[in-house]
């Protein structure tokens, strides 16, 4: 079974940048898709930017244009850099894993990490 462990969130001040960083430990399978969500309280989970297992990358909401996914296979790591916070992007901000292909559909993932908090504020 994989687990997720979400990190580098924080509180930042708006205007500023902000790298996620996930670690799936217990490898992953041959084909997957991990995401990045985020959740205000009160409101649905939401997702932001997803790879696949050959580096494809999607970015599906508001975030497209400020966010980037990356990964870095030799330290099995994968990012989300932010720019440009602002207030309205405090959230908890979550990775997730599923097999097969990228989907902005928080129940298709199986795996998912205790997320991280970000807050934006001055």
């Known amino acids: 079974q994989v687990q997720l462990v979400e990190s580098g969130g924080g509180l930042v001040q708006p205007g500023e940048s902000l790298r996620l960083s996930c670690v799936p430990s217990?490898?992953?399978?041959?084909?997957?898709?991990l995401a990045w969500f985020r959740q205000v309280p009160g409101k649905e989970r939401e997702a932001i930017a997803c790879?696949?297992?050959?580096?494809?990358?999607k970015y599906p909401n508001s975030l497209k244009g400020r966010s980037s996914i990356s990964r870095d296979l030799s330290k099995n790591m994968v990012y989300l850099q932010i720019y440009g916070l602002q207030p309205e992007d405090t959230a908890v901000y979550y990775c997730?894993?599923?097999?097969?292909?990228?989907?902005?559909?928080?129940?298709?993932?199986?795996?998912w990490g205790q997320g991280t908090q970000v807050t934006v504020s001055s």
């Open positions: 790879i696949n297992r050959h580096g494809i990358t």
């Open positions: 997730a894993l599923r097999g097969g292909v990228c989907t902005r559909t928080p129940p298709a993932y199986v795996e």
């Open positions: 217990g490898g992953l399978k041959d084909s997957y898709a």
